[in-house]
């Protein structure tokens, strides 16, 4: 697309956007009496207007039947979560006995890798991108200790070759081959969460595989925002949180996905609980834990029906917009048209002023955008915050500013160019 830097391009980009009745799905933030500009659902997606209505029906289940509502009513809560994982599992091009809603993210990786990091003297390091977010480095490196084992020895982290932000795709492959013979697992993200580099997934399982290592992927900035297949791509296991694109709620719940062939592996250890027991025979309170059959076999306490109700409420919207490849096609637009106009603001000014290590390639970034500001980088950000727009601060000097498309216009993304450009003389830049 030919884009251009004027307010009237931005407003026919938004009049021609079959999305965009989907903004008023959502409730936006305000700044001084007006819609702030929110590009910050890279960290908490907005709340979705019926998200009350959906918690408002189970209150009133719980207040009305109480207990009974486990098994009474349309929705009977001892299933609930199989709606969601219905609706969750297309998002991520996964069949929908391989995902399942539970915990929260950090918990979900710390069980999965209880399944799939299976150390012995001989395989046991784990292959994972330097400078992952730090709650995964901190799940990784005390499951190494967990098996006594030194995660200096243990934890391979891949860095980008030096003056360079993101990983070629060739060298994570090389570097998995590199050590072939001893690694267990190789854990990524799906997109990094600093860079916003959206890393090669198939490749990366594929090269895992040959290596006889299991993959695994977190997907926190991933899910919700990018197309993925989980299942065509043999990814082993993955999980994420529902609070970022999915827009689900502070602290909402998350999803796991467990490949099907790994179903029956009777091999695989796992910490249990009861909500994780075979359905038929839960209440027969039996001894012996015998796993259901599917991700629900991953499950550990009762559901936490409030959040369930949150992610539902937001996967329903993914629904009715026509799915994450409808959602994705107004994204590289909108995202694409942030990129120009950035870039347009250092052609103008003849120096580079706002320097975006985001992959440029369409393939490797999702909606965010990380900018780094060559001057007065804190200053820059505090003064976007002044006139509402809200993107969030990375030290030392990036802004992550992600659009995204079921809720931001082609005309904020230019009133956020507008603001750039002010900010050069405002603050003397
Ligand atoms: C946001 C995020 C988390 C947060 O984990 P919680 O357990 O939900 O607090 C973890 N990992 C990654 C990669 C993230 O982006």
Redesign the pocket.
Known sequence: MNYQTTAEFARQLDTADKLATYRDKFLIPQHNGHDAIYLCG??LGLQPRSAKEYIDEQLTAWQSKAVESWFDGDKPWLSYHKEVAALAAPVVGAHTDEVTAMN??????HLLLVSFYKPNNKRFKILMEAG?????QY?VESQVRFYDLDPSDAIIELKPRSGEYTLRTDDILKAIDQNKNELALVLF?G???YTGQVFDMQAIAKAAHNAGAYAGF????AAGNVPIKLHDWDIDFACW?S??YMNSGP?GI?GIFVHKKHHHDQSLKRFAGWWGYREDKRFLMQPGFEAAIGAEGWQVSTSPILLLALHKASLDIFEQAGGIAVLREKSILLTGYFEYLINTINKTQGREIYRIITPTDIESRGCQLSVICNYKAKATFNYLVSKGIIGDWREPDVIRLSPVPLYNTFSEVYNVYIALNEVIKNIDI
Do not use: E, R, W
Request: aromatic residues 12%; hydrophobic residues 35%.
């Open positions: 890279n960290s929260s993210l950090t918990v979900n990786l992952a977010f730090p709650s995964d799940a993200g997109i990094n969460y977190d997907l926190a900035h949180c609070y970022k602290g998350s």
